[in-house]
């Protein structure tokens, strides 16, 4: 196979003229993270309060959180993303689409995956904080009550607390989905990493270059950010608890 | 609502949608299939005692873990066919279908690895004392006394994977073959019927998922009481 390596390739100018091929892989990275963050916050804040729903006595509002995450969870995030973008805005008022029409398009296109990647993930963590909090004994909840908390004090003070610190790994892991998941942003025209990583291949014909590059900033933003977390849990653990469990 | 709906597209439009569907269960069994295989070897390697076997097992499961789907389809897009001129010299168009199932194979097997070493590691040391006890080789251990455990145990976590995998591999529009998303949106845009295409492949995609799950958690408290 005679392939001419030319990793010396990020830094050739780009065939449009605008930069070079480091600087739009840099732009890819930048949306991925700006991306991944906003959504993040979405969906943590979503997920906590649905997730202590569920957990609250009242049949109805649990239901109405159950249907919701069933919902969010049993249809691809693809379609999601496509229903956000193409399908709502045709369904509302007309002059809100005219409003949206004049928008710069990109503000379409983040706006939806923001919003498609944060409902997505907010399902997932709605069923880890129900979980975290599920994980503690009654006893807690009890005890935290009989000290004259109100129910409200008692989530914000005794449950919660525990319930994050003891699924920090599995939302690391929801955290890296999110990363990762942003990905189907280049569907609809927005150039995150992933995008720009096939752009930069089509335009200067280096592929095994701009995909390894790729590749290891994917790699070495998941290990980081794993590192990262694996630190914070130890610091955030409560004397007593041994790996978040109860000892 | 502004927008006025026609749904008679979807009736005319069905035989060409299941066509679609059709290669999405395909895509769904093969990297089942083959994911589950690749994956087991994977697992034995990372579970194995030599230790750059395990060591390019935990890199290649670690790197594609790291990785979004849509990446690695993009790798196997291009790298397949040029494997394949590696081997056979000449530049074969095989088609992106073929480098859609290799690539799907080799990302879920990085996640089944995860799971099945899992499972063998569930299987009590016992089992595998005695088996060696009786005189039996390595690979008649894993056979007959420790992959059978394994699999029964990692039985539930395969059906939600299979789920996980049946809505992934919608992911397959990004190099334009026709599974039953791309179909939808193919159809869609031909006759500028979008809005009615991705709702009905939402509740398709909905209706399916939502029935197998609830199958899948029905069989399993069945089997725990």
Known sequence: ?247 | MSYDFDWSVIGISLPFLWQGMKFTLLLLLWSLVGGIVWGTCLALMRLSSVRWLSLLASVYVDVFRSIPLVLAIFWFYFLVPLIIQAFTGRASPIGPYYSAFVAYVMFEAAYFCEVIRAGIQSVRSGQINAAVALGMTYGQTMRYVVLPQAFRNMLPLFLTKSIIIFQDTSLVYVISLNDFLGVASKIGQRDSRLVELYLFAGAVYFVISFAASQLVNRHLIQKRT
């Open chain 1, 1 to 247: 196979m005679n392939y001419n390596w030319n990793w010396g390739i990020f830094w050739e100018p780009t065939i449009t003229g605008e930069g070079r091929y480091i600087d739009w892989l840099l732009s890819g990275l930048g949306w991925t993270i700006a991306i991944s963050l906003s959504s993040w916050i979405i969906a943590l804040s979503i997920g906590t309060v649905l997730g202590v729903i569920r957990t609250l006595p009242g049949r109805s509002v649990r239901m109405a959180t159950g249907a919701y995450v069933e919902l969010f969870r049993n249809i691809p995030l693809l379609v999601q993303l496509f229903l956000w973008y193409y399908v709502v805005p045709q369904l509302l008022p007309l002059d809100w689409q005219f409003w949206l029409n004049g928008l710069d398009p990109r503000v379409m296109q983040v706006g939806s995956v923001v919003l498609c990647l944060g409902l997505f993930t907010s399902a997932r963590i709605c069923e880890q904080v129900r979980a975290g909090i599920e994980a503690q004994p009654g006893g807690q909840k009890n005890a935290a009550l009989a000290l004259g908390l109100t129910l409200r004090q008692t989530y914000q003070y005794a449950l919660l607390p525990m319930a994050f610190r003891i699924i920090i790994p599995p939302l690391t892991s929801e955290f890296l989905n999110v990363f990762k998941n942003s990905a189907v942003a280049l569907t609809i025209g927005l150039l995150e990493l992933t995008g720009q990583t096939r752009q930069i291949s089509e335009f200067s014909a280096q592929i095994f270059e701009t995909f390894l590059a790729a590749t290891s900033i994917y790699f070495l933003v998941t290990y980081l950010v794993s590192v990262a977390m694996r630190l914070l849990e130890r610091s955030m653990r409560v004397p007593g608890f041994v790996g978040g469990a109860r000892s």
